[in-house]
């Protein structure tokens, strides 16, 4: 048996693997998000580990821990977790989505001006090294203190293990990382006031970092068994789906939405605000569009709406008598990345009217978010070709109607496979199985799941998609800047 453990943004999710590749059993824990301040997002890293011992504990009372021979990690990418000499937390973690780091992105591309070429990406808020730069500039008295910066699943790893490690995919969105070496850049850590002694090991994605500790082994009612690198949650979810040759194509539907392509070899265009990183299995890297309001559009718009629940705000959608509402989303509730690289970006529902329901504005954010997914797939392909289909993951491929109104947007098929709702925690298993199984390589283990269920376009829909997307599209232009 094997555990993957993802931290989530949501949630923390664990899984329990059989050696024949089958998910066994899962358990999940709910986190929050603070956002004290406008574009702020902050968790307390604390909330994290509870949540995971809350999950394991769930998941031993269930079943039989005793067969587990490693665990393997996944998380949420680029949060800040500072800690002190005594490995105490300084202060709650700047997320993923926060987007209060602007003006320290322009400070780091004045200082770098080479960083492009040593990290293959953008210098954007979302990304770990201008959140420290942030933190320097506003809150002196904590900079001082730090003596380690972690990635959100690698603080999982130090309370279970005592060790200090990261692996490349994760470390891949920090912008301290020398993408083609795979290895921390001295000039982009001096570049924001740091050196190697305060980052975590650098290990590829099923290299065991170390052990956990017999207290806790204990009380996880198991072995003291070896914990893996892991991955970042894309490419950890990429392994979960068998997503490892290039030109192998997957999309993330959670709180944000990915667009996650294998690369023959590295290759870059930071220029439409692409992202180019490691994927977690060895010698491998990955091109990534990532837009930061996905499945939480859908979220906030059901809210919004006062439907009872999300499913059903998606039935009503799917059910409304007409079908050309002229309604546009821009799902800009957080800013934007991918393609824009625009923290500002807002936000905006656009040509209600009377006869407008919410069940339309439910509609309408769907295909707002799918518009914004394309133009993350558009971003991909500026850099490499993707295969004729794409595997879909994440908590919002549960809903069919959306994977079919995806593929009509897109006009290519979408793959819904076992799994796909667990993806990155059945990534962090399967490199647990590959670190612990030596004889076994990544392609007997990384196999593709069972299809269940293949969307196919249909090409008159994808037309009238194709015309209200150049609306889209404009909608923003003429907004930007106001």
């Not at 993802?6 to 899962?26: H, Y």
């Not at 005592?162 to 850590?189: I, K, P, Y």
């Not at 800013?335 to 069940?359: I, L, Q, S």
């Not at 990544?442 to 609306?471: H, T």
């Amino acid at each position: 048996m094997y555990i993957g453990i993802d931290l989530g943004t949501s949630g923390v999710k664990v899984i329990l693997m059989a050696e024949d590749g089958q998910v066994v059993a899962s358990c999940s824990s709910p986190l929050s998000v603070s956002r004290p301040f406008d574009l702020w997002s902050e968790q307390n890293p604390e909330d994290w580990w509870e949540a995971t011992d809350l999950a394991m504990l769930q998941l031993a009372a269930e079943n039989s821990l005793k067969d587990v021979k490693a665990i393997g990690l996944s998380g949420q990418m680029h949060g800040a977790t500072l800690l002190d000499k005594q490995g105490q937390i300084l202060r709650p973690a700047i997320l993923w989505n926060d987007g209060r780091s602007h003006e320290e992105c322009l400070l780091l591309q004045r200082r770098c001006p080479e960083v492009q070429s040593i990290t293959g990406n953008l210098v954007m808020p979302g990304f770990t090294a201008p959140k420290l730069l942030w933190v320097k500039e506003h809150e002196p008295d904590i900079f001082a203190q730090i003596d380690k910066v972690l990635l959100p699943k690698d603080y999982l790893r130090f309370r279970m293990t005592g060790e200090f490690a990261t692996d490349v995919s994760d470390a891949s969105g920090t912008l301290w990382l020398n993408m083609e070496q795979r290895a921390w850049s001295d000039t982009m850590l001096q570049a924001t006031g740091l050196n190697e002694q305060q980052m975590p090991k650098v290990y590829e994605g099923s290299e065991i970092t170390g052990v956990i500790n017999d207290a806790l082994a204990k009380h996880w009612s198991m072995a003291a068994v070896s914990v893996v690198a892991g991955g970042g949650d894309n490419a950890a979810g990429a392994v979960g789906m068998g997503v490892i040759k290039p030109e192998e194509t997957m999309l993330s539907l959670g709180t944000s939405g990915v667009i996650f392509s294998v690369s023959d070899g590295f290759t870059a265009n930071p220029s439409v605000a692409l992202h180019s990183f490691g994927h977690a299995i060895p010698n491998t890297w990955h091109t990534m569009s990532v837009m930061l309001s996905a499945a939480s559009c859908i979220n906030w718009a059901t809210k919004l709406t006062q439907f009872s629940s999300v499913e059903a705000a998606m039935l009503a959608a799917e059910n409304r008598i007409d079908h050309a509402s002229d309604v546009i989303f821009l799902p800009y509730l957080s800013g934007e990345r991918t393609p824009h690289n625009d923290a500002n970006a807002k936000g905006v529902f656009w040509g209600m009217t009377h006869e407008t329901t919410p069940a339309d504005l439910i509609h309408a954010v769907l295909e707002g978010v799918s518009f914004a997914l394309l133009d993350g797939l558009d971003a991909v392909r500026s850099a490499q070709n993707i295969n004729d289909s794409i595997d879909v993951i994440g908590g919002g491929a549960k809903s069919t109607y959306w994977l079919q109104l995806l593929a009509d947007v897109f006009a290519i098929p979408m793959d819904y496979r076992e799994g796909g709702e667990v993806g990155p925690a059945l990534g962090a298993a399967r490199l647990a199985a590959i670190g612990d199984l030596g004889q076994h390589t990544v392609n007997d283990i990384c196999v593709k799941p069972e299809l269940i269920k293949r969307y196919q376009p249909n090409l008159e829909k994808s037309a009238l998609y194709a015309k209200k997307r150049e609306r889209f599209h404009d909608l923003y232009q003429r907004l930007k800047g106001l």
